[in-house]
């Protein structure tokens, strides 16, 4: 839970994605916002109940908005925004590892339940299982306001893509601190220019 509040904020992201079977590099940026939910926040515990995972196993999540842009996207016909929550349910003998519970998935726009560990260098690294791909993501902090992640997606039939992201933190106001805030927040990035980002966060 630890390393999500310390995620807590808003991110600028550039992000270089490969797609393998082409041959061929883009480029994107995003905008992220984090915000930390409590264990007993209404919307962790609908998620929990969700995934029928007793609420009291989980230790709390995060809501996350982005809105974003790849190099690729054509006038008008793309839209790169959206939200979800993510809610983390440690394992029972090891808090480092256990299952992140989200409301929307990345490779595929469903509700998912993925896997989660910290490793030894305190990498969050997130595995997740769709029924048409598999990713694999891992988060490090470079510094403080300095976050770095890669991700790779397997499509069953055999496409790839893989990324790396630099994301530099622009404010690190604790959004979830005031509905104030919140607001205003959401408001910000709504006016932006639409980013886009990996995983939503």
Not at 120 to 129: R, W
């Amino acid at each position: 839970m630890e390393f999500f509040q310390l995620s807590a904020g808003k991110w600028r992201s550039q992000r270089a994605t490969h797609h393998l079977a082409f041959k061929r590099s883009e480029i994107g940026e995003s905008d992220i916002q984090v915000e930390t939910l409590d264990a007993n926040h209404p919307e962790i515990i609908e998620l929990c109940r969700y995934h029928e995972i007793d609420p009291s196993l989980c230790v709390g999540g995060s809501r996350v908005r982005w809105l974003g842009t790849m190099a690729w996207d054509r006038e008008d016909e793309e839209n790169h925004q959206g939200k979800t929550i993510f809610a983390i349910v440690p394992d029972s003998d090891n808090p480092r590892q256990g299952k992140l519970l989200r409301e929307r998935g990345y490779a595929e726009i469903v509700p998912v339940v993925g896997l989660f560990h910290m490793d030894d260098e305190d990498g969050l690294v997130l595995t997740t299982e769709y029924e048409t791909m598999s990713s694999i993501e891992r988060f490090w902090f470079a510094s403080p306001n300095m976050r770095l992640r890669t991700s790779t997606v397997k499509r069953f039939g055999g496409f790839s893509t893989a990324s790396f992201c630099s994301e530099s933190r622009i404010d690190s106001v604790e959004a979830s601190s005031s509905k104030e805030v919140t607001e205003r927040q959401g408001a910000d990035i709504l006016e932006k220019r639409q980013f886009y980002s990996v995983l939503g966060w």
